[in-house]
């Protein structure tokens, strides 16, 4: 693959743009000066794996042929590219991700925090954003009031949603303390979290995702900060009952 349509694949630019940065030798390659935009490379692994390695300005970067992407959303941020009233997460992201065409796997509300996923992988987004998929996400949840085994036993048996045709249970939940619950859910309906919690009759005050099917989130990511999924990650992913 020639290095400008390389870089332009990576969202460096425009094609004209991507010649203009090798030609003003900003670009290295495996570790070597590249003036020339029409040099080949091979570049490399696919899929979730990194590939030829290479600098853009100084910045190191590995071809990646699809962007999969494990971000840890603060507070405050819309899951959006035109939000309505706080900054989107894409701020949080490089610019060449953002050229790309990365896109949120489902949303979180702006006051939720922890694990999402991002990718510009089409047939990936769609496999992991469907309900038919029934994948399991953790939350760590505070609530205002505090509650008892019945509570957690309630939501466990399930409650009824306004406008849905039957009541929504908790594949599993836990009092962790005494405003406290772990609870998983399934089906990923609009604010169903809140909604299912409103239903017990109590309220939300915090509410952080953990996990996604099989995958946890990286402890070493602070708010905010994002890492690339590798192939472990994916088959983490992937790993549930």
């Given amino acids: 693959m020639q290095i400008e349509r390389l870089l332009h694949s990576q969202g460096f630019g425009t094609r004209k743009q991507c010649r203009a940065l090798v030609r003003a030798c900003l670009v ?122 019945a509570f957690v036993q309630t939501l466990l048996d399930g409650v009824q949603l306004h406008d849905e045709p039957a009541p929504i249970a908790a594949s599993a939940c836990e009092q962790t303390a005494p405003t406290e619950l772990r609870m998983t859910i399934r089906e990923g309906k609009y604010h169903q979290v809140k909604r299912m919690i409103g239903a017990a009759g109590n309220r939300v005050e915090s509410l952080h995702r953990c996990r996604i099917g099989g995958l946890v989130l990286d402890p070493a990511l602070a708010p905010g900060g994002w890492r690339w999924l590798e192939a472990a990650d994916l088959a983490a992913l992937a790993d549930f009952d």
């Avoid at 490379?41 to 696919?46: N, V």
């Avoid at 029934?134 to 505090?146: D, G, S, V």
């Fill in 28 to 149: 290295r390659v495996a570790g070597e000066p590249c003036d020339d935009p029409f040099a080949d490379f091979d570049p490399g692994a696919s899929g979730g794996e990194p590939g030829l390695a290479f600098e853009v300005d100084g910045v190191q970067s590995h071809y990646r042929e699809k962007a999969y992407l494990m971000l840890h959303k603060p507070a405050g941020y819309e899951c959006s590219h035109k939000p309505s009233f706080h900054p989107s997460v894409f701020r949080l992201l490089p610019d060449s991700l953002v050229v790309r065409g990365v896109q949120c796997l489902g949303r979180l509300d702006q006051d939720t925090t922890g694990l999402m996923l991002l990718s510009d992988d089409g047939q990936f987004i769609h496999q992991w954003s469907s309900g038919k998929k029934r994948t399991p996400k953790i939350y760590e949840i505070k609530l205002c009031h505090e509650v008892d085994q």
